[in-house]
Nanobody
C-alpha cells in the first residue's frame, strides 16, 4: 500500500492551501485516514483524522481553520487549510489504516509535503 501526498508549498500568513493524499495498492478497505505534521525540532503530531463513516477529529490548534475530508471512491483524503499561521509550518504526512485484499491490516505513511507559512 502506498500513499502519495501533495499540495504543500509556500503561503503567506492568512492564506490557504489544500493537501491531497492518494492511497494506492492492493487495498480492500480504508478505515481511518489522517494528517500529521512535524515542525523542525519537534515531534510528529496529529492534525486531523477521518474515519470511513465521516467522523472527524482535530487537534485543538487547527479547529475552525482546517477541514479534513475524503473521497472513498478515489481512496483520497484532503486537508483544506485556511487562516494559516507561521506556526503551521511543518512537513505534513498522511496516514491510512485499513485492510489489504488479503484482509491483513495495514498502516501506511506518505512521504510528506512541506508547508511553509511566511511573509
Amino acid at each position: 500500500v502506498q500513499l502519495q501526498a501533495s499540495g504543500g508549498g509556500l503561503v503567506q500568513p492568512g492564506g490557504s492551501l489544500r493537501l491531497s493524499c492518494v492511497v494506492s495498492g492492493r487495498v480492500s478497505s480504508i478505515n481511518t485516514m489522517g494528517w500529521y505534521r512535524q515542525a523542525p525540532g519537534k515531534q510528529r503530531e496529529l492534525v486531523a483524522t477521518i474515519i470511513s463513516g465521516g467522523i472527524t477529529n482535530y487537534a485543538e490548534s487547527v479547529k475552525g481553520r482546517f477541514t479534513i475530508s475524503r473521497d472513498n471512491a478515489k481512496n483520497t483524503a484532503y486537508l483544506q487549510m485556511t487562516s494559516l499561521k507561521p506556526e503551521d509550518t511543518a512537513v505534513y504526512y498522511c496516514n491510512a489504516q485499513g485492510r489489504t485484499i488479503l484482509q491483513t491490516p495495514f498502516s501506511s505513511w506518505g512521504q510528506g509535503t512541506l508547508v511553509t507559512v511566511s511573509s
